[in-house]
């Protein structure tokens, strides 16, 4: 059953969308999808390495989305804090270094 998910989640389903937020899946939908469907043995082992660097992924993207929040939060609070006048930008100038 794992497999078969895991199989699922590959599928592109938003081309199956229509207006509501659910995909349209009928048994003709999975019908038209060629498949493989290796040996019990080997879906066992496709699906152990699938979920430790699915793990290893989804850690990757929790960290990253902390460090967005962080980022956002330090640099409100240093909008706030200019725009209060509890830090002097008087003498403060842009050095361009390539990014934003």
């Known amino acids: 059953i794992r497999f078969l998910e895991l199989v699922l989640k590959s599928i592109n389903l938003n ?8 995909p349209l ?3 003709e939908t999975i019908k038209k999808r060629i498949t493989c469907i ?9 699906c152990k390495y699938l979920d430790v660097h699915l793990k290893k992924i989804d850690s990757i993207i929790t ?11 330090a640099k409100q609070s240093l909008i706030s804090e200019a725009v209060t006048g509890k830090i002097d930008l008087r003498d403060w ?3 361009e270094t390539g990014g934003r």
């Open 15 to 22: 081309q199956y969308s229509n207006s509501t937020a659910q």
């Open 63 to 73: 960290k990253t989305q902390e460090q967005i929040t962080k980022l956002k939060e």
């Open 38 to 46: 290796p040996s019990i043995i080997e879906q066992t082992c496709i």
């Open 93 to 95: 100038e842009i050095i």
């Open 25 to 27: 899946i009928t048994g």
